[in-house]
């Protein structure tokens, strides 16, 4: 007998194939039109990808460009100040000295230029590093254009710089005088360390005084009363060294850092005017005048006096000795501080045969008060002084205006 439900069974047994059938067409299907739509996004990608580096193919070559010539205007401009800077030594071989300095200033100056050069190089490094990560950033473009313009500032920041560092670097009063014998009297700019970034302000005596002296005198002491006030020279050891008051107002003090800086490179002479409130001027010339280095304590070194004044106080006692102040006790006297004593900082020995830093006198003041004093050992007591003015030169300075004898004919 057949089985009744064996169409049924048939069909069941049918379904599966069937449905494997329609499944695997509609998978084919949605797989081809997949394949389509993965075919026309790799032709897209490849497109913006060719576009893309185009793009910053042309973006680096514009940098470079830039770059190179902002390299070339700065060196032909550094090359035109060192041309100049020759042609200057070749014409005026009395600042030759002056213009080897500002070549080494200059050496200095671009050793800071070598930095911009290496950011320059670091701009280039952040292009290529620009190209690689540009399909992940689309404004690498704007950053990279800041980038370049940064570079160019620091660039035109050097040249600026070079610019500012001038020619001229007068040691002291007499560089001016020789380059303008007809200056006034006054206050300048001098740079007694041949460092153009440690300028410094001082007074300049410039008029002659004397017949055989043609002036260009650095005032380093002055001492007066006047409109201006009095300044305390009871000062510290740091206050000496870098010098106080104001140079042509009243009363100041050039500092010892500076004396050693003029006096170390050349010889110098040293001028001292002196008033005594009751007989009048005077004068001490020396032909040697010498600080030594701050190691060294400062130390005086004198030769050769002179002058309408009967002793040679200064040398008597101070010569060689180190320099004192209140807060540095250098000198020779067991029981004391003789700048404590005399409120000033000196040269001081044990303690003073002369003293331009102490307290000014006054008409009324004693002849044995602690003042500023200048010792008379023949006259058996001391000038009291109201008034007192220390200034060098270079030795050799005033033989630059000595007529030299015609060759015989």
Known sequence: ???????????????????????????DQFFSQTQVEIDKLKARMESLEERLNQTLAALKHEIEGKIERKLTSSEARVREDVSSLA?????????????????????????????????????????????????QNANETSQAEALDNESVQELRSAISQLRDIPVFLPRDCSDHHYHNKDAPSGVFTTYPTMDAKTPVAVYCEMTSTSDTDPGGWTVILRRRNTSWGIVDF???????????????????????????????????????????????????????????????????????????????????????????????????????????????????????????????????????????????????????????TMMIRPSSYRYRFIPQPRDAE
């Open 234 to 388: 009871n000062r510290t050891w740091d206050e000496y060294r870098t010098g106080f008051g104001v140079p042509g107002e009243g009363e100041w003090w050039y500092g010892l850092t500076y004396l050693h800086a003029l006096t170390y490179r050349q010889p110098y002479q040293l001028k001292i005017f002196m008033h005594d409130i009751e007989h009048g001027y005077y004068e001490a010339d020396y032909d040697t005048f010498r600080v030594d280095s701050e190691g060294r304590g400062f130390a005086l070194i004198l030769r050769g006096f002179s002058g309408n004044v009967s002793t040679d106080a200064l040398h008597h006692e101070h010569q060689g000795r180190p320099f004192s102040t209140v807060d540095r006790d250098r000198d020779a006297w067991q029981d004391g501080n003789c700048a404590e004593e005399y409120m000033g900082g000196w040269w001081y020995s044990s303690c003073v045969y002369s003293t331009l830093t102490a307290p000014l006198a006054t008409p009324t003041t004693h002849r044995g008060e602690r003042v500023l004093r200048w010792v008379r050992l023949q006259a058996g007591q001391a000038l009291i002084l109201d008034d007192a």
């Open 87 to 135: 042609q200057i030594a070749t014409n005026n071989t009395d600042i030759i000295s002056n213009v080897e300095n500002r070549i080494r200033n200059i050496s200095n100056a671009v050793s800071s230029f070598d930095d911009i050069i290496d950011d320059v190089t670091t701009c280039a490094a952040y292009v290529n590093k620009t190209h690689v990560e540009a399909e």
């Open 1 to 27: 007998m057949e089985d009744p439900l064996k169409p049924i069974w048939d069909k069941l047994d049918r379904i599966p194939e069937e449905l494997d059938r329609t499944l695997k067409g509609r998978f």
